[in-house]
Each structure stands twice: as C-alpha cells, then as structure tokens.
C-alpha cells in the first residue's frame, strides 16, 4: 500500500506570494490533518478535513486554508507569505474523523520564505 | 486542558546506553498515548502506542507504559543505536476527541 504522499518536496517563495500545498493519503483513508512544524513553536495543528469538509481547526490565521477533494487529496494554501511562515508542512492521513485510530505522516514540504 | 511535556533535549549518549525520555501528560478522561519518531528528513512514524492504563506498548526495542497514578509514558531503550539518532515525539489522543496533542519532541543524539 502506497503511503502518504506531499508536493512539492520543497519551495522556496518571497514574502507576499501565496503557495498551494498537495497531499495524497493512504488510500481508503478519509481523513487528511495538516501541521506546521518550526524549530521554535515545534509541532502545530493547522487543520483537519474529512470527506471533504473541515472537522477541525488550530489557532492560524485566515492566511491558512485548506480543501479537500472527492478523492480525498487535500491542498493547503498559504496567502500573502510571511518570513515566519518558513516551515516543514507535514500532513497525516487516518481512517476516520480526527486523527484515529492512528495516523500516518508524509514526508513534508519544506517552505522557505525569503 | 490536554497537554503533554517530554523532557528538553537534545539528550546525548553513547551506543549501547540505556536510554529515558520522560513524557507526562495532563488529561481528564482516559486518553490513548503514543511516541512517534522523525528521522532526519522524514515526517513522523508511529513508534508504539498504549490505550489503557497499565498497557505497555513495545516496538524496535522501545517500550513505554502508560502509568495513569503517575500521569507518565516515558519512553525506554535497553540498548541504543547509532540508527536510533532522531526527534522522539509523545502525543495524547484526549478521550472526548481524537485530535492528537503533542509534546515539543525530544532530540536524540547516539555517539558511536
């Protein structure tokens, strides 16, 4: 079985671009979450989707935003880019609503904001 | 509210040590509790994981028991490796949701 895959890999953007996060789950799995790890803040919830409707939000700003396809492939979008926004994008897909019963991550996208 | 605190890394040792990272966790209700592990480059994989209390969760030589009188799920290796070098997260799945909350991660460093 295929497991969770994220493109790009990396990305590097300027301040006030926007950029378009992808992310394939497992298949059969319906429910895709979203977090921004930092070195600083480490391991942050951004949002979870599940048969294509938000189940879940952490505390980010509108700038964040997510959707979820019939396929159950998901996209993160990121607006008017920040420096601060610099980040590893990770996304874990599970069985059901919320996360359980356990959730596996993709590899990441690393975002630089320059 | 649900959080968890892992011990503040980077913990430092040489192969074949005996390692402890101690993860505690504030709760009401009976959470699941998990280590998950990221190696370098990688995103995180579920290392082990334990339901209820008193279960012991095991897996590559990792163990952790989920002591509820202690609130703890500290994570143990008999041995280290080389290989075992990465970033150790402790996470709780709160009984009323199932939203993970995480632990800051542990930073693992094995010297030959």
């Known amino acids: 079985k295929a497991g969770v895959t994220q493109t790009p890999r990396y990305l590097i953007k300027t301040r006030g671009q926007q950029v378009t996060l992808s992310c394939s789950p497992i298949s059969g799995h319906r429910s895709v979450s979203w977090y921004q790890q930092t070195p600083g803040q480490g391991l942050q919830f951004l949002f979870e989707?599940?048969?294509?409707?938000?189940?879940n939000k952490g505390n980010f700003p509108g700038r964040f935003s997510g959707r979820q396809f019939s396929n159950s492939r998901s996209e993160m979008n990121v607006s008017t880019l920040e420096l601060g926004d610099s980040a590893l994008y990770l996304c874990?897909?599970?069985?059901?609503?919320?996360?359980?019963?356990?959730?596996?991550f993709g590899p990441g996208t690393r975002l630089t904001v320059l | 509210g649900n959080s968890v605190t892992q011990m503040e890394g980077p913990v430092t040792l040489s192969e074949e040590a005996f390692l402890t990272i101690n993860c505690t966790y504030t709760a009401t209700g009976y959470p699941s509790l998990f280590w998950y592990v990221q190696y370098p480059g990688e995103g995180l994989q579920l290392l082990l994981k334990?339901?209820?209390a008193d279960d012991k969760g095991s897996n590559k030589g990792f163990e952790a028991t989920y002591r509820k009188e202690t609130t703890s799920f500290h994570l143990e290796k008999g041995s280290v490796q080389v290989s075992d070098s990465a970033v150790y997260f402790c996470?709780?799945?709160?009984?009323?949701?199932?939203?993970?909350?995480w632990g800051a991660g542990t930073k693992l460093i094995i010297k030959p």
């Open positions: 989707y599940f048969s294509e409707t938000q189940r």
């Open positions: 334990a339901t209820k």
């Open positions: 996470a709780l799945r709160p009984d009323s949701n199932y939203q993970l909350i």
């Open positions: 874990a897909s599970s069985l059901l609503s919320g996360g359980g019963p356990e959730q596996f």
